[in-house]
């Protein structure tokens, strides 16, 4: 059974249609990524289960309770901002005890708890200072402690990331994974960054247009895109329309084929091939990225960055092949 | 590395500041004056004005009724201002707009015709009658002390995400009113002390609206001033000193509490 449950969930604001009949079931301790572009509903759907924004329709069920309708207060939720919403004139630990204090704990559990919490998350010696000395990233994990201070039965994150640099970032991910492991929360996480998705989320749901695309872990939504939206935005997939494959190709095919750029090899032979010019070569750190054209088609083709790859240069012309089994066969 | 003043700098910032406090000196030995005429500098020193003031009656009456009016007159404007920015700015964005056009009207009015409607609002009109007692110059103030709170609140107010502060504190189990509390209202603290400091000085000095409103029957500070300007100008000196430090001192002891309560917060 599962911990969320979200059922024919709609919302609207004004004329426009934010999402409609919207349902997802998470199961308890799964972190859920919601992804998609920016303006999809990802956010209004996250503050309809905070309860932070009503739904115009629908069902909010967190552990079997019908919570729909429920202020924040009542939810047992903790939720993690996109600015962090740190209070400024109250210090880290004072703002770790601040939700304590509306439960009237006795000042030494609070005491208590708040220094685990510190702890836990590496800011013990920073206990004293206000949020505006800290950095963002340190803003962030204060955010998460004051959230997960509060013991709640769902976490809810709104883009916590999307501030940070890639460096504090993927620290602060591993940070969040660690810290699931260990606490074992269930989690409702919002990004734009399907790498993001695919790091954090042990369930993944691809939300465009206010409806989701495809739910499923991180290796079906990855590997077995259910259509083309999904797999431009999470696989970077190279789509090729039936026409394109009969120019590149020369086969025929009713559905569009959806190749992984990984799987696009260079001066290989083996399952269905084509001649190609390169269009340029650059380096994605361990990756180095191809862009090829073939037949009026542009293909991307990821391989290692191996020290000892042969380079080729740009406008060579070469073959490259596709193993079948690589190919994803997309009707929608 | 902030570069040191240069000699110029000095200059220019004590000429300044000799500006602005030299009046306030001349009026200080004016007080204790014997003559004061034709010299940079009086003629010889005397107590005799101080102690005349401080032995006459009215000195001490008129102290009495202007702290009572500009400490109420600051109660009754901040409990009435400081919820009703914080509701508008918070609950009421599209309001808030004509909040901040009615907290200018009372200065796009003569100040007289102002009176003269509060005069006509407490004569009995409406069932209320309040003139010739200081409640009419207390609430006569109240308007006027808005803007004081209004403008540097809001200024303050405008640089926090309070929206995002309420929805993370409801998510942390406390209330709106909480929030404001711990949170919001610390953080407009600079603000809030402007706006009491501003009040109290606009009440203890004004003229136009005791004068109309109350005139001789309850007398303040500045009535007072009127009356002694007609006669001894030493005595008048003494009188606009005292007043100095009165001022002095209550911005001061506002200054301490707001502080103290800010640093608590």
């Not at chain 1, 708040?114 to 010696?125: F, I, N, P, W």
């Not at chain 2, 400081?82 to 009015?109: G, K, Q």
Request: net charge positive; glycine share 8%.
């Amino acid at each position: 059974m599962s911990f969320v449950t979200l059922q024919k969930l709609s919302k609207r604001f004004g004329d426009a249609n934010i999402f409609a009949d919207i349902d997802l079931a998470i199961p308890r301790g799964v972190m859920c990524v919601l992804v998609g572009p920016s303006g999809c509903g990802k956010t209004t759907l996250l503050r309809v289960v905070a309860g932070l924004t009503d739904p115009d329709s629908g069902r909010v069920l967190i552990d079997g309770q019908d919570m729909t309708r429920a202020p924040p207060q009542r939810r047992g939720i903790g939720m993690v901002f996109q600015h962090y919403a740190l209070f400024p004139n109250l210090t880290v630990a004072q703002n770790l005890a601040f939700g304590l204090q509306q439960l009237k704990l006795p000042r030494e559990e609070i005491r208590n708890r708040v220094r685990a919490m510190l702890d836990l998350v590496g800011l013990m010696e920073r206990a004293t200072v206000r949020p505006r000395v800290l950095s963002g990233g340190q803003r962030q994990r204060v955010a998460l402690a004051r959230a997960l201070i509060m013991e709640p039965k769902l976490l809810l994150f709104d883009e916590p990331m999307s501030a940070l640099d890639a460096q504090i970032r993927k620290r602060l991910r591993e940070e969040l994974m660690r810290l699931q492991r260990e606490l074992g929360f269930t989690g409702l996480f919002v990004t734009h960054d399907q790498e993001e998705a695919l790091v954090i989320g042990d369930q993944i749901a691809v939300m465009q247009e206010g409806r989701f695309l495809q739910v499923g872990t991180p290796l079906e939504v990855y590997n077995r895109p259910a259509n083309r939206a999904v797999a431009r935005f999470i696989g970077d997939f190279n789509v090729l329309e039936p026409p394109e494959i009969s120019r590149v190709f020369g086969q025929e095919s009713s559905a569009a084929w959806a190749i992984h750029p990984e799987a696009v090899r260079i001066g290989m032979d083996e399952g269905v091939t084509a001649r190609a010019r390169i269009l340029a070569v650059r380096l994605l750190g361990s990756i180095v990225r191809t862009e090829l054209q073939v037949a009026g088609v542009q293909l991307k083709c990821d391989a290692l960055n191996r020290p000892d790859a042969v380079q080729i240069a740009v406008g060579t012309e070469v073959s490259i092949s596709i193993l079948p089994q690589n190919i994803r066969h997309l009707k929608d | 590395m902030v570069r040191r003043g240069s000699v110029l700098d000095w200059l220019v910032v004590t000429f300044v500041a000799l500006v602005q406090i030299l009046p306030v000196i001349a009026v200080a030995l004016n007080a204790v004056a014997t003559d004061w005429a034709g010299s940079i500098l009086p003629t010889g020193y005397t107590w005799r004005w101080v102690e005349q003031l401080l032995h006459d009656p009215r000195f001490t009456v008129a102290i009495w009724h202007s702290l009572v009016v500009s400490f109420g007159a600051l109660v009754i404007a901040t409990c009435v201002s400081v919820p009703a920015v914080l509701a508008a700015h918070c609950y009421l964005p599209r309001l808030d707009r004509w909040l901040a056009a009615l907290v200018i009207l009372p200065y796009a009015v003569p100040g007289i015709v102002l009176a003269v409607g509060l005069l006509r609002l407490y004569a009995g009109n409406y069932g209320v009658v309040l003139t010739g007692t200081p409640w009419i110059l207390l609430l006569g103030y109240v308007p006027l002390g808005v803007a004081f709170f209004y403008v540097p609140m809001k200024n303050n107010l405008r640089a926090l995400p309070v929206s995002e502060f309420l929805e993370a504190g409801r998510i942390l189990g406390a209330s709106d009113f909480a929030v404001l509390r711990r949170v919001v209202l610390p953080c407009v603290m600079p603000g809030f002390v402007v706006g009491i400091v501003m009040n109290f000085s606009l009440a203890v000095s004004e003229f136009v609206y005791a004068n109309l409103l109350v005139g001789g029957s309850y007398p303040t500070l500045q009535i007072l001033m009127n009356v002694l300007s007609s006669g001894s100008g030493h005595l008048l000196s003494v009188l606009i000193t005292a007043y100095f430090f009165i001022v002095a001192i209550a911005t001061s002891v506002l200054l301490t509490v707001s502080g103290r309560q800010d640093r608590a917060a």
